[in-house]
T-cell receptor, first 110, second 121 residues
Framework: GQQVMQIPQYQHVQEGEDFTTYCNSS?????IQWYKQRPGGHPVFLIQ?????EVKKQKRLTFQFGEAKKNSSLHITATQTTDVGTYFC??????????FGAGTTVTVRA | DAGVIQSPRHEVTEMGQEVTLRCKPI?????LFWYRQTMMRGLELLIY????????DSGMPEDRFSAKMPNASFSTLKIQPSEPRDSAVYFC???????????????????FGQGTRLTVV
């Protein structure tokens, strides 16, 4: 069945630096969503990508959907302490199932 | 809308006891998910309902786990008997799935409840 893999599992970042987390699917996706979970909280939706090669930006966050619609990335510039949390990608392949990756847990060194 | 409502927020129970977790999805959503989150295994999909029908329960760990959705506004996840390894945070999420074909995919994102932190001692 469909699997969504996410790397890295952990990301330790110096405040002010950039980092990227990657999401790869074993099957072609119809769309991909990204979520953020703060420590002790629940996953909260960030964005959805639908089109091949699509790029969307939210302030310091840049989301990209691969041309083949099998991978995606989230790039954060000038990391801040407010970026701490776990970032999940979730993909769907024209069926009911929304498969979540294992997440990238981000910690920030001030 | 108050969002997805889960109860209880915290549950501590003894091994062997029955545990029932409850979820009220967002009104109008046709899809409901139960997830389990642990440090070791991350966020695992347990079961998915569409229009109150269980579509995929391949993530349900074993026969001790059962889930129901008797109507569009209520779902339960039951563990009987509970074991210490069931300790985790259980999330319920709801969304609206438009269907397959030309107008396909998820019309909305998945909205998660606050979760139930279950501790089995």
């Amino acid at each position: 069945g469909q699997q969504v893999m996410q790397i890295p599992q952990y990301q330790h970042v110096q405040e002010g630096e950039d980092f990227t987390t990657y999401c790869n699917s074993s099957t072609t996706l119809s769309n991909i969503q990204w979520y953020k979970q703060r420590p002790g909280g629940h996953p909260v939706f960030l964005i959805q990508l639908v089109k091949s090669g699509e790029v969307k930006k939210q302030k310091r966050l840049t989301f990209q959907f691969g041309e083949a619609k099998k991978n995606s990335s989230l790039h954060i510039t000038a990391t801040q302490t407010t970026d701490v949390g776990t970032y999940f990608c979730a993909g769907s392949s024209n069926d009911y199932k929304l498969s979540f990756g294992a997440g990238t847990t981000v910690t920030v060194r001030a | 809308d108050a969002g997805v409502i889960q109860s209880p927020r915290h549950e501590v129970t003894e091994m062997g006891q029955e545990v029932t977790l409850r979820c009220k999805p967002i009104s109008g959503h046709n899809s409901l998910f139960w997830y389990r989150q642990t440090m070791m295994r991350g966020l695992e999909l347990l079961i998915y309902f569409n229009n109150n029908v269980p579509i995929d329960d391949s993530g349900m760990p074993e026969d001790r786990f059962s889930a129901k959705m008797p109507n569009a506004s209520f779902s339960t996840l039951k563990i009987q008997p509970s074991e210490p390894r069931d300790s985790a945070v259980y999330f319920c999420a709801s969304s609206f799935f438009r269907g397959t074909g030309r107008f396909q995919g998820w019309d909305t994102e998945a909205f998660f409840g606050q979760g139930t932190r279950l501790t089995v001692v």
